[in-house]
């Protein structure tokens, strides 16, 4: 029997047992098309991922939209979902209220959606930070005014020191060594200027400037002895001077310590260390052996601007000319 002529209707399957539909014509049941003996081609079937992928977007906003709309509480089905308030309460704002009002006012400031304790922390770690800027820029700043001030003072220095090797002047100042035996007559023989900065990067700040100098003398060595008792304390003394010393020592058939012979040599090492105290501002000068023999820091204030008339009584102290920089340059308790 062909099947083109029998109706649409049952068949018994011998084989199974089963019922099976017998199709009269296919073009009857709005069927797709078979598909062509060849398979489609990657592009046909990107465009047909695409196309679908859109139909879901499409239907994943719209059902947004409705949710956003009215929530559950209009549901097409029907389905009520009343809000549990107290009596005279007045309803709750939903956030799908709060959104459709900024989208509906996109220009105007808004109320933050959180606030209470957060907003406090927030508004706290604002003003710390604005509190820790502020301190920074502070710091630059005498950092910056500090570096200008070392750097005028290397530039004054260098040039004086390269003035005094030539000219190498007497320097009317004796150093006490113990009680009548100083070192005197002395007079400039060599020195030099040098600095330091943070890094060496161009734009590093100056972290030091040096000035060091010898003082010498035609005079002869003096000879110091002391005995075994102070003769420790005062060769370490001494050594913390930095001065050119050879030390003889004396000793008893047990080896222990009787004198020492000091010979000091007729000169005296000078240094001067300029260094920045960035939390009070201002600059440090430790100088030892300077106006003696020994330490001594001097503390220039924030206001003392460097120019040439402080430096002018600095080098006056070098010289051992009179001068005032000890009342500009206060000592530090």
């Not at 649409?8 to 598909?35: F, H, I, R, T, Y």
């Not at 003082?215 to 003096?222: D, F, G, Q, R």
Request: hydrophobic share 40%; proline share 7%; glycine share 4%.
């Amino acid at each position: 029997m062909s099947e083109q002529n029998l109706p649409l209707s049952s068949a018994a399957n011998p084989q199974s047992g089963e019922d099976c539909v017998l199709l009269k014509n296919a073009d009857s049941l709005n069927l797709p098309p078979a598909p062509d003996s060849a398979p489609p081609s990657e592009d046909e079937f990107f465009l047909e991922e695409v196309d679908d992928l859109e139909a879901i977007a499409r239907a994943a906003f719209a059902d947004e939209a409705r949710s956003r709309a009215g929530g559950l509480a209009s549901d097409d089905r029907g389905l009520q979902f009343p809000d549990l308030l107290a009596e005279g309460e007045a309803p709750r704002p939903r956030v799908t209220d709060y959104i459709g009002e900024r989208r509906a006012h996109p220009g105007v400031a808004q109320t933050p959606l959180f606030g209470g304790t957060l907003g406090q922390l927030r508004e706290q770690a604002q003003s710390l930070l604005e509190q820790r800027d502020a301190r920074a820029r502070l710091r630059y700043e005498q950092a910056a005014r500090l570096d200008r001030s070392l750097r005028q003072a290397f530039a004054y220095l260098h040039d004086m020191v390269q003035q005094l090797n030539v000219v190498q002047p007497d320097i009317p100042r004796d150093y006490v060594l113990s009680g009548d035996k100083s070192l005197r007559a002395l007079a400039w023989h060599q020195g030099y200027a040098d600095y330091r900065t943070s890094s060496k990067s161009d734009q590093a700040f100056m972290e030091i400037v040096t000035l060091s100098y010898r003082l010498t003398s035609h005079e002869p060595p003096i000879v110091l002895e002391r005995d075994a008792r102070m003769a420790e304390a005062f060769r370490q003394r001494l050594f913390d001077f930095n001065l050119n010393m050879q030390v003889q020592e004396t000793r008893d058939e047990h080896k222990l310590l009787e004198s020492v012979r000091i010979t000091i040599q007729p000169e005296v090492r000078v240094s001067v260390r300029w260094e920045p105290d960035y939390e009070a501002g201002a600059l440090l000068v430790h100088a030892r052996n300077l106006e003696r023999l020994g330490y001594t820091t001097y503390r220039l204030p924030a206001d003392a601007p460097m120019n040439p008339a402080l430096l002018e009584e600095f080098v006056r102290m070098v010289l051992g000319l009179p001068h005032h920089f000890p009342h500009i340059a206060r000592r530090p308790s």
